[in-house]
């Protein structure tokens, strides 16, 4: 199947070969964690091929798989329903541990092994490592757990450490 010229792409997008900036926001949904990322880049020729080989957009309703197949190649793709995994009903017990720790805090920031040592690890469903903690809180099925009870989690890097930054929407 062949790709869209350049210029179709991006026409698509709102942009002229012959007006685009010389930097623009680039958007990309992460397929490790689903998690919208953009960030500043060039538009050169180099660039522009780069990031559109890895499956950066300009523009972000091009997020959408449905939307990105056909900006890529101009042909509609059939719509295909997946249908997630029956869940049990009940919240997991991270998230309530989780939940429970946080307690009237609006936001905790941490290494995984301080937020194991607050939540403890000894109740069962609990990780018991550090690496497991970090692996497991990131799930799907635990942030939308914790979503439900108004808290966010994100991962941040400083020189020495990683951190686990869990805060209380204001809406919550």
């Known amino acids: 199947m062949d790709r869209t010229s350049k210029t179709e792409w991006l026409l698509a997008q709102g ?21 919208e990322r953009e960030l500043r880049g060039r538009t050169d020729d180099y660039t522009l091929n780069l990031y559109r080989d890895k499956g950066f957009v300009l523009d ?6 449905q939307l ?3 900006l890529e190649y101009g042909v509609k793709r059939p719509v295909v329903i997946v249908v997630p ?7 997991p017990r991270l998230a309530k541990a989780i939940k429970g720790a946080l307690g009237e805090r609006d936001f905790w920031q941490g290494t995984p092994s301080e937020l194991l040592s607050l939540i403890g690890s000894s109740k069962q ?15 799907p099925h635990i942030t939308n757990a914790l979503k439900s009870y108004g808290i966010t989690v994100d991962r941040k890097r400083t020189a020495t450490k ?7 929407s204001v809406d919550a």
């Open 15 to 35: 942009y002229r070969t012959t007006t685009i900036p010389p930097i623009v926001t680039w958007y990309l949904i992460d397929k490790n964690t689903g998690i």
């Open 68 to 70: 990105w197949n056909e």
């Open 85 to 91: 995994p029956e869940h049990s009903g009940t919240t």
């Open 125 to 139: 469903g609990i990780p018991t490592t550090a690496l497991k903690l970090s692996i497991e809180i990131m799930q």
């Open 162 to 168: 990683r951190l686990l930054q869990l805060s209380h």
């Open 60 to 65: 972000r309703k091009y997020l959408d798989p």
